[in-house]
């Protein structure tokens, strides 16, 4: 089991422009986070999708959105890059299981917005 | 409005020493509590989470409602216990998502 995977793992991009980020969860789990990481803080959450629909949302603004796939994998889109979205993005995948169940994480993608 | 808070950015013990990573929160209810560690080159990874009441790598953490704690302990350091440690909140209040707090970098000093 490759627990879950991100890709790509790096990626350079200049402010104002789209990117879209891929993640596959972990075999049996259900339900895809996603969180972005700054550097010296810990990961906040952007928003999680389950059965193919966005279930909760964090604070975020609407440049964010996603995409879950039949397959449980997801899609993070970012929007009108600006400087500050550079950050490391976490997928995190879970089983819905009615409670907090523990997040898998993936090796994250590094975004640079110059 | 939930948080988590570490106040130590930075940790050093030397090996065989005991450790104490700390965690407050705040939460309106009954909180899901979890130790999160990030060793180097690796991915964040589940350490330990309060309800099951285990003891991980010989971490230990209790939950203490009356000071809203979670703090991390363990008797003794190893060297290997050096990384990245984020305490982490859950629960129905926050529509399962996950609250972490900002980290506290472990090194364990030979």
């Known amino acids: 089991d490759a627990g879950v995977t991100q890709s790509p793992t790096h990626l350079i991009k200049t402010r104002g422009q789209q990117v879209t980020l891929r993640c596959s969860p972990k075999?049996?789990?259900?339900?895809v986070s996603w969180y972005q990481q700054a550097l010296g803080q810990g990961p906040q959450f952007i928003f999680q999708?389950?059965?193919?629909?966005?279930?909760q949302r964090g604070n975020f603004p609407d440049r964010f959105s996603g995409h879950q796939f039949p397959n449980y994998s997801s899609e993070l889109n970012v929007n009108a890059l600006l400087l500050g979205d550079s950050a490391l993005y976490l997928c995190?995948?879970?089983?819905?299981?009615?409670?907090?169940?523990?997040?898998?994480f993936g090796n994250g993608t590094r975004l640079t917005v110059t | 409005a939930q948080r988590v808070t570490q106040p130590e950015k930075l940790l050093s013990v030397f090996k065989g020493a005991p450790v104490e990573l700390k965690c407050n929160y705040s939460y309106s209810g009954s909180p899901e509590l979890f130790w999160y560690v990030q060793y180097s080159r690796q991915r964040l990874q589940l350490l330990l989470r309060h309800i099951s009441r285990e003891s991980i790598k010989g971490f230990t953490a209790d939950l203490n409602k009356g000071e809203t704690s979670f703090h991390l302990k363990k008797p003794f350091a190893q060297e290997e216990d050096s990384a990245m440690y984020y305490c982490a909140l859950s629960g129905p209040n926050t529509g399962n998502q996950f609250y972490f707090g900002t980290g506290t970098s472990l090194t364990v000093i030979p």
């Open positions: 995190a995948s879970s089983l819905d299981a009615g409670r907090a169940s523990p997040l898998h």
């Open positions: 075999s049996g789990h259900d339900t």
């Open positions: 999708y389950y059965e193919e629909e966005e279930r």
